[in-house]
């Protein structure tokens, strides 16, 4: 009760407060191309719930008939807008209104594609038995999702591979470890982040320490060094390219 309590009153208080930004923004999306400016994605839910998120639309229209899932920081598809939506999380700031609702939580694993949940293995399905969130603690390690994938042939691939296995950790340990104190210092450190990716990491692998999380996966959240594959959690190998595409 305390966890919705405070998604309402933090979801409504943020919807206002970004109200001067999220309008304008709105107003310069639909200037560009004269189509809604917004983008409402289907994503999977709690307990396998499928429900519709609000995005602010950072893409040329029908960029998702493209049928890539994962999208790297010069990917053409995105507009000038949405290069400046993307660098301030605006898309992630309209999500509030899903918290609002109720379809998502401030902080939880962030809400997959119904494509990329069928991959999940049986361990990553505990990942669907928590309210989905707008951040959490992958969404500060690979706020540079982006950038990591910018220069892959295959964005979808590589994110299965390189991104999947410690997003889906760090979604698994959130669960097993949420509390009040934790949503807390996670969604002050999503806002350090903007300002300062390092520092927010910095506190961050102090934060995971005190929850006990494993060290391989604090090494990972410091980012100090090059993502290599890594199987998903419950599999034996990294995704290859057969599991994706058959």
């Given at each position: 009760m305390l966890k919705r309590a405070l998604d309402v009153v933090l979801s409504a208080l943020g919807?206002?407060?970004?109200?001067?930004?999220?309008?304008?923004?709105?107003?310069?999306?639909?200037?560009?191309?004269?189509?809604?400016?917004?983008?409402?994605?289907?994503?999977?839910?709690?307990?396998?719930?499928?429900?519709?998120?609000?995005?602010?639309?950072?893409?040329?229209?029908?960029?998702?008939?493209?049928?890539?899932?994962?999208?790297?920081?010069?990917?053409?598809?995105?507009?000038?807008?949405?290069?400046?939506?993307?660098?301030?999380?605006?898309?992630?700031?309209?999500?509030?209104?899903?918290?609002?609702?109720?379809?998502?939580s401030l902080v939880g694993p962030r809400p997959n594609v119904q494509s990329e949940v069928s991959r999940y293995t049986a361990e990553e399905a505990g990942l669907l038995e928590a309210r989905p969130g707008v951040t959490d603690i992958s969404s500060i390690v690979f706020s540079d999702e982006g950038h990591i994938l910018s220069d892959s042939a295959d964005?979808?691939?590589?994110?299965?591979?390189?991104?999947?296995?410690?997003?889906?950790?760090?979604?698994?340990?959130?669960?097993?470890?949420?509390?009040?104190?934790?949503?807390?210092?996670?969604?002050g450190l999503t806002a350090l982040a903007i300002v300062s990716k390092q520092r927010a990491l910095a506190l961050l692998t102090r934060l995971l320490r005190a929850i006990d999380a494993p060290d391989e996966l604090v090494e990972v959240a410091a980012r100090r060094r090059d993502l290599l594959p890594h199987p998903p959690p419950g599999a034996e190998h990294p995704v290859v390219a057969a599991d994706l595409y058959g």
């Open positions: 919807l206002m407060a970004a109200s001067p930004v999220l309008l304008p923004t709105l107003l310069l999306v639909w200037l560009q191309d004269y189509h809604s400016p917004f983008y409402i994605a289907n994503r999977v839910g709690l307990r396998g719930r499928p429900f519709r998120m609000v995005k602010l639309r950072s893409m040329v229209v029908n960029a998702d008939r493209s049928g890539v899932d994962s999208t790297s920081s010069n990917d053409k598809r995105i507009t000038a807008v949405g290069h400046f939506i993307r660098r301030f999380k605006l898309d992630e700031l309209s999500q509030l209104w899903n918290v609002l609702t109720g379809d998502m964005p979808d691939l590589d994110y299965n591979r390189l991104i999947r296995p410690w997003k889906s950790r760090m979604g698994l340990l959130y669960i097993e470890k949420q509390s009040f104190a934790v949503d807390i210092a996670l969604i």
